[in-house]
T-cell receptor
């Protein structure tokens, strides 16, 4: 069984470019969470999506960041016009439901470096 | 407000010593889950344990043990007879009843095991 797959593992972008991070959840999981880990910090919740819907985006920066989870295909976290401060590891997690007693499985993360 | 506090930032121990990591959490919910994750130098997140708020039974799994005390809102983690492979960052995390299964992480403890 494939776990959560994130790609690319490493992504380098110049300031002002766009970054697209992909997350394929565990097969059958319809709930996806994105987290950001800044250097020397713990993970911070960004957004929670259920197929085709954004349920909670309380952790997303107001500008330049967007996320989607289409009916078909992976979830995408998009960062437009990247800046140095966007350099971080971005982790995706998936679960079969939002119930607390269901475990969320994490991907290996995408490390974004903005130069 | 910080929901999960891990006070120690970096802890160095000599191989075979025990190391205990402290985690203090804050929540108004009576139903919640607590987690420990390990992040080795390779960067992925490795799930270690999950405990629900109704289960204060402490657990030992191999060289790992956990001490959950609701009275002090603490969920401490001990590695017995540490090994070099235990060198990693360890994160404590909280999932609350009305949080849609999202996790609030502490800032992590960097554990360095010296051979």
């Amino acid at each position: 069984n494939a776990g959560v797959m994130q790609n690319p593992r490493h992504l380098v972008r110049r300031r002002g470019q766009e970054a697209r991070l992909r997350c394929s959840p565990v097969k059958g999981h319809s709930h996806v969470y994105w987290y950001r880990q800044l250097p020397e910090e713990g993970l911070k919740f960004m957004v929670y999506l259920q197929k085709e819907n954004i349920i909670d985006e309380s952790g997303m920066p107001k500008e330049r960041f967007s996320a989607e989870f289409p009916k078909e295909g992976p979830s995408i976290l998009r960062i437009q016009q990247v800046v140095r401060g966007d350099s971080a590891a971005y982790f995706c997690a998936s679960s079969p439901s939002s119930a607390m007693n269901t475990e969320a499985f994490f991907g290996q993360g995408t490390r974004l470096t903005v130069v | 407000a910080q929901k999960v506090t891990q006070a120690q930032t970096e802890i160095s121990v000599v191989e075979k010593e025990d190391v205990t990591l402290d985690c203090v959490y804050e929540t108004r919910d009576t139903t919640y889950y607590l987690f420990w994750y390990k992040q080795p130098p390779s960067g992925e997140l490795v799930f270690l344990i999950r405990r629900n708020s109704f289960d204060e039974q402490n657990e030992i799994s191999g060289r790992y043990s956990w001490n959950f005390q609701k009275s002090t809102s603490s969920f401490n983690f001990t590695i017995t007879a540490s090994q070099v492979v235990d060198s990693a960052v360890y994160f404590c995390a909280l999932s609350e009843a009305y949080g849609n299964n999202r996790l609030a992480f502490g800032k992590g403890n960097q554990v360095v095991v010296i051979p």
